[in-house]
Structure formats: structure tokens, C-alpha cells
């Protein structure tokens, strides 16, 4: 199941489930922002491309909650 990251690993804003959010396939997940503009689309991770979040329906949320660790990268990113 796709891990839903409260935060994004770059800036560490909120990101809720319904937010505008960009994932790798390792689910490293940023905002739409940094994704865009400051990582060009790629991960700074794995290197791997950035796709849209898919929203995770609310009556699914009830069951599936998202994640409540955030994660933040250890080094700064791309700028
Ligand atoms: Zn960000
Ligand atoms: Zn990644």
C-alpha cells in the first residue's frame, strides 16, 4: 500500500493526504513546489522521477490512514 508522508522531505511543509504531492517509487515524497521547481522532477534520493500523489479517497482514509512519521532529508536539497 502507498505510504501517505505527512510532510515533504525538502521543505518539511504539511502535506496532507489530499495535498498536491509528488512521490518516486520509493514513495521519497515532496511538495509540488520543490518538486517542480528546486528537483526539476527528480528525486534527490533514488534519482528516480516524481509523479503525482494520487488522493487517497476520504472513506478509504478511515480504513487506511496516512502516515504520520515525517521524513526529512538529512542533506539540504538541490536548490
Ligand atoms: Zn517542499
Ligand atoms: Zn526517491
New binding site residues.
Partial sequence: MLLLKP???????D?PPEADARICSFECT??????DT?LQGICPNCGGGLVTRPVRPTAALARFPASQDRVVRSAP?PS
Avoid: G, T, V
Fill in positions: 510532510n515533504c522531505e525538502c521543505c518539511d511543509r502535506l515532496f511538495c509540488a513546489a520543490c518538486a528546486r536539497c
